[in-house]
């Protein structure tokens, strides 16, 4: 019988070490590395399920506290999961509530039981463990669920970081205990903050597991670019080379390439759409903002060498003035284009590994897009 997770190696670029693979989950293959838009919401803002299809999403990610906190597990669940509920017949990956239990700081709880925390919604006290999260997980249905963890902020003090990176630890067993789906994989979460020994210690014990995958938290939350980077190459050696890795809530062009160059293999972020409902596009000449007035009489695509949807048949001038009009369609034009860049850009990379010359593609689109402002 058929496992219904698996993961294939399918080739190392020879000139970067970066991996092309594919992941096998009972909604579909994944070819990696990929990007994940999010529909925190079971639902991407402002674009349908079809549009998501066209522009080649492959999964989504759907968020565990917002759903927990409105409709509810119970109500998705009674909808026949959340595959049903948001009619998207492809992977669904949640996360497991713990970044934004984090985010709420002032307004939570913290003991080695779980999280206490005010709603954002209402205030309302409500209570999240790993057992809670993993429960509100299978009820959700997703292919992919997130162990429970804690995540560090930036900066963080040494004691802080290694409290937080061993109760992840000891979070993750308890996650293991509580899960009773064969048909949804757990994905355990390497912390340890900007600390590389904490890193390559949680890494080491996350992997002793043999989990069918492994999340990276705690970066992208407010350090430089270089400071993630220098993490990821310090603990990528102690991953598990014949397992997915996950870089979470990563997702500008740049971070994307790099995180491809040091060994990751999946990655998700709210960026793209979110600086596409404030009028910014990514284009092959770098980033565009045009809500701008000098775009105003410019009838040229928002990028000349993209095929999508609003490249196609609008023009910069027309959704600078949906923009100023007030007009929805502005925001899911560029939310069309913001993904259908990125999933094609990933598209590219795994073609690059494959030739053996990723490094080639990377300095090629650097050359001509530059490597930051994004």
Not at 304 to 331: M, P, Q, S, V
Request: proline share 5%; glycine share 8%; net charge negative.
């Amino acid at each position: 019988m058929a496992k219904p997770f698996e993961f294939e190696l399918l080739h190392v670029c020879k000139q970067t070490g970066a991996r092309r693979g594919r992941l096998h989950t009972p909604h579909g293959v994944i070819e990696t590395p990929i990007f994940m838009p999010v529909g925190t919401q079971a639902s991407v803002k402002t674009m349908s399920p079809d549009e998501l299809k066209d522009c080649g999403a492959q999964i989504i990610l759907s968020n565990t506290y917002h759903l927990h906190l409105r409709p509810g597990e119970e109500l998705v669940q009674k909808a026949g999961g959340l595959h049903s509920f948001m009619s998207w017949d492809r992977p669904i990956l949640t996360d497991s509530g713990g970044f934004q239990v984090f985010s709420l700081a002032d307004l939570r709880k913290l003991t080695d039981a779980g999280v206490e925390f005010r709603s954002h919604l209402d205030g309302s006290r409500q209570f999240i463990s790993p057992e809670i999260s993993i429960g509100i997980q299978e009820a959700l249905g997703s292919d992919i669920a997130m162990q429970f963890d804690e995540c560090s902020p930036y900066p963080c003090d040494y004691t802080r970081a290694r409290d937080a990176m061993h109760r992840t630890l000891r979070w993750l067993e308890r996650c293991m205990k509580a899960k009773t789906r064969e048909d949804q994989a757990l994905f355990g979460i390497v912390q340890g903050a900007f600390y590389s020994d904490l890193r390559i210690e949680s890494a080491k014990e996350t992997a002793k597991l043999d989990l069918p995958g492994f999340g990276i938290g705690g970066l992208s939350v407010g350090e430089p670019k270089e400071v993630m980077y220098e993490m990821l190459e310090k603990m990528m050696p102690f991953m598990p080379e014949g397992k997915p890795r996950y870089l979470m809530g990563v997702g500008s062009p740049d971070c994307l390439i790099e995180g491809v160059l040091r060994g990751i293999d999946m990655f998700d972020c709210v960026l793209a759409t979110r600086v596409a409902r404030n009028g910014t596009v990514f284009t092959h000449d770098g980033r565009l903002v045009v809500r701008n007035a000098k775009y105003a009489e410019d009838f040229t695509p928002l990028d000349a060498d993209c095929d999508c949807y609003a490249c196609k048949n609008f023009t910069r001038g027309y959704i600078r003035h949906l923009f100023k009009a007030g007009e929805i369609l502005a925001l899911r034009l560029n939310s069309i284009h913001n993904i259908y860049f990125l999933t094609h850009m990933m598209a590219e990379m795994r073609d690059a590994i494959e030739a053996d010359s990723l490094l080639d593609w990377a300095n090629e689109f650097y050359a001509r897009h530059g490597r930051g402002n994004w």
